[in-house]
């Protein structure tokens, strides 16, 4: 099968990319409403962009109706913001905070989720995520020709990794046990994909 993209209706054609570009990773946003209560949604389409600065990028969609999804919303009013890195056993979480609640309702409160304040760091994090990474709003661009999407480049000013998932290894440098975070990914259309099997491979010299 081959398929021409530009023959497809935009949505056909996100549907075909996310079940060929797998799995992909999750970055769940915890964002602040203007009533200083919390916004927290998953978005797939997100990576690890540049180590200097540090930055991820996040591409975030419009609401059905065009209108600004309420997370990109509070980033560009309030530049702080938290991106954790959700575990297998937290899918039914992290699923539910993807249903579509009013303005400005709390998805965090509706899942009774816990925060955790962090010091030296307004925004508060998810208490059972194993990594988090508190940023700041360091570019957002517009792309896309009928449905715009805002591309957030956030940067990374400082990670928190639980103490039993990281260690300092021989060579001096932060080991994380990716077998201990179990870090959930995205599939296609309402499938994800659990942690597997840790396989090495020694880079040629």
């Not at 060929?20 to 990576?47: H, K, M, Q």
């Not at 591409?59 to 560009?76: A, F, P, V």
């Not at 998805?107 to 208490?127: Q, T």
Request: one cysteine or more.
């Amino acid at each position: 099968m081959q398929i021409k993209l530009e023959e497809l209706p935009t949505p056909q054609v996100y549907f075909t990319m996310t079940q060929c570009v797998l799995p992909r990773p999750i970055a769940w946003l915890l964002t602040e409403n203007d009533n200083e209560g919390y916004n927290l949604a998953p978005f797939s389409y997100f990576n690890a962009v540049c180590s200097d600065p540090p930055l991820v990028i996040v591409s975030i969609g419009k609401q059905d109706d065009g209108r600004d999804k309420d997370s990109i919303r509070n980033i560009r009013e309030r530049h702080e913001f938290v991106i954790h890195i959700a575990s297998c056993d937290q899918l039914a979480e992290l699923n539910q905070s993807s249903a579509t609640l009013p303005p400005g309702q709390s998805e965090v409160e509706a899942s009774n989720l816990e925060l955790i304040r962090v010091k030296g760091f307004r925004m508060p994090r998810l208490s059972d995520c194993k990594i988090a990474f508190f940023c700041e709003r360091h570019d957002i661009q517009m792309i896309g020709s009928k449905k715009q999407q805002s591309l957030l480049f956030a940067e990374i000013k400082e990670i928190y990794i639980a103490d039993d998932c990281a260690e300092i290894n021989a060579q001096g440098r932060i080991k994380i046990h990716a077998d201990r975070v179990q870090p959930l990914s995205r599939l296609g259309a309402g499938e994800y994909s659990t942690f597997g099997e840790v396989m090495f491979a020694k880079r040629p010299d």
